[in-house]
């Protein structure tokens, strides 16, 4: 365990210390930023399935700003079998794998990732929010070659003929597709292109920064059958990534709908909280803003676990 990575604690009782611990048990984080990565991180990716599996996860889906972990995903599954969390990895379409690459892609799908990220460093969108944001992203490669733009549209906002492959090479595999850090505007066009094509998982990630989305947006897309995927990490006190209060949270999941919402850590960075802490927190939040055990479980697993296509039983 590294020394530097640091957990919250808020206050408790032993009553909902083990109320919270019964909805961690079947959870799915499919947002995890574990190690080893060019950004510092907390935990590595066997250490994250051990602390997961000690708490009774389902799954964890591991995620890089530059390399698909599914090798790593294999080796833990085949050499740990008492490890009961699954472990999935994923890829983020930007510079290191060639951007909108389909071999990069295929190969994924045929290792068993789940989820095709659009770009994130590598987005026009995060470009520009990068030269407005107050702190340096902890993935920056600003110490190697700095990332360049991967669109994924065209000049007349059509969806690009390469990102158009990569859509079908999700649909054939039934991978999810993710937005990543796409601008908003781009994201209804993508999804709307996507479903054309095929693709039938599509996860909308963190509207509450980065990407400029609004709750009407959040509704709107959610209605067109696309998940939303809130990171905790920018909600919980305590988490040096936190830009929106609890209050936001209750908002963005009122506008998705609790049958549409997904709640995911976006943690495993050093220096701030773990994933599972991320969790602990965000279930109390959600407790203490009412929603019901049945509702929370839909959000920390059901929903996930429909998205990714696991059987995953919730209690």
């Not at 051990?50 to 700003?65: C, L, M, P, Y």
């Not at 530059?66 to 490890?83: H, K, Q, S």
């Not at 460093?121 to 902890?138: D, G, M, R, V, Y």
């Amino acid at each position: 365990m590294n020394e530097d990575k640091m957990d919250i604690v808020t206050e408790t009782t032993p009553e909902l210390d083990a109320r919270i611990a019964g909805l961690l048990r079947g959870a799915v984080d499919t947002h995890v930023h574990s190690g080893p990565s060019i950004a510092a991180r907390g935990l590595d990716h066997l250490e994250l399935v051990r602390v997961a599996d000690a708490a009774g996860f389902a799954a964890v889906v591991t995620k890089d700003h530059d390399y698909a972990g599914v090798a790593t995903a294999r080796l833990i599954t085949d050499n740990f079998p008492e490890l009961k969390t699954k472990i999935f990895s994923s890829i983020v379409l930007n510079n290191v794998v060639g951007g909108m690459n389909p071999y990069a892609v295929e190969h994924t799908a045929a290792m068993g990732g789940k989820i095709v990220w659009l770009p994130t460093l590598a987005a026009e969108n995060h470009l520009q929010w990068e030269k407005q944001a107050s702190f340096q992203h902890p993935a920056s490669t600003k110490k190697m070659r700095h990332a360049s733009p991967v669109p994924v549209l065209t000049s007349d906002k059509k969806v690009r003929d390469d990102a158009k492959e990569i859509l079908d090479i999700v649909a054939r595999n039934d991978m999810v597709l993710a937005s990543g850090h796409i601008h908003v505007s781009e994201t209804w066009v993508v999804f709307e292109e996507a479903q054309k094509r095929g693709v039938k998982r599509l996860v909308f990630t963190h509207p509450e920064d980065i990407v400029g989305a609004s709750l009407n947006d959040v509704k709107g897309i959610a209605a067109m059958g696309a998940y939303i995927e809130h990171s905790l990490a920018m909600f919980l006190p305590g988490s040096k990534f936190r830009t929106k209060t609890e209050d936001d949270l209750r908002q963005h999941i009122e506008a998705g709908g609790v049958g549409q919402t997904i709640l995911c850590s976006d943690l495993g960075q050093l220096g701030t909280i773990s994933p599972l802490d991320g969790f602990r927190q965000g279930i109390k939040i959600c407790i203490d803003l009412g929603y019901s055990d049945d509702q929370i479980r839909q959000m920390v697993s059901a929903n996930a676990s429909e998205v990714l296509g696991l059987n995953v039983e919730v209690a």
